[in-house]
């Protein structure tokens, strides 16, 4: 019971690594708070697991953040996990792909961190701690891939607000780390590979450029985020952690 007496709120909980990271936060005694923009996502989360608490939110709306931060009330633990994969090389970016995935990949943590960073705060003067754990990428951010300019700017950007967070509110118990994941098999790495030309090569591509030898799965990334949420990080601030299999040797 690693996160045991611990509250802990998770983005884009209802698929992928978010779902997974509210599954495991719950399993290791947190009091999850689990949000996305996908009511039908949430209410398959809440079957698997009666005791998470779901609540539809779309993370690039201030008023219904700022609503549910004083509804939700203080926070040991805050996962920022929601984001867009555009594809494509600088010359295909159009502004409006520029503004949204900079909306929902960076300035929705802003949002979020900015509304619940207070009530962590005041949980912080309690308990000595409370962590926030942002999620990047080690494509483009790290290590350069092709067609991934804007989400690689992106996700670089959100190791920068990391550090900013992590380096202003270190004297005050307050821990800021971002995960830098390889591939994953996910619903939206799924979409992706779908929509491709070739189905077939782009899962092989994407295979391919995991030294491992395999794409990771939801279940090699959570015991990361418990980790990086619960105190056995207590000394870890200010990171971009990566769990990469070995791309980036």
Known sequence: MRLEGKRILVSAAANGIGRGSALACAAAGAEVLAVDISESGLSSLAAENPAIATYVLDVMDRAAIEALAAAAGRLDGLFNCAGFVHHGTILEVTEQDWA?????????????????????????????????????????????????????????????????????????????????????????????????????????????????????????????????????????????VLVDGGVTI
Request: proline content about 5%; glycine content about 8%.
């Open 100 to 240: 949204f995935s900079f909306d929902l990949n960076v300035t929705s943590m802003y949002r979020m961190i900015q509304a619940f960073l207070p009530g962590m705060l005041e949980r912080a003067a309690e308990t000595g701690s409370a962590s926030i754990l942002n999620m990047a990428s080690m494509a483009s951010s790290i290590k350069g891939f092709p067609n991934r300019t804007l989400y690689g700017a992106s996700k670089a950007a959100v190791i920068g607000l990391t550090k900013g967070v992590a380096a202003d509110f270190v004297r005050r118990g307050i821990r800021c780390n971002a995960l830098c994941p390889g591939t994953v098999d996910t619903p939206s790495l799924r979409g992706r590979i779908a929509a491709a030309a070739d189905p077939v090569q782009a899962e092989k591509g994407f295979v391919a450029r995991q030294p491992i030898g395999r794409l990771a799965t939801v279940d090699d990334i959570t015991p990361l985020v418990v980790y990086l949420l619960s105190d056995e990080s207590r000394f870890v601030t200010g990171q971009a």
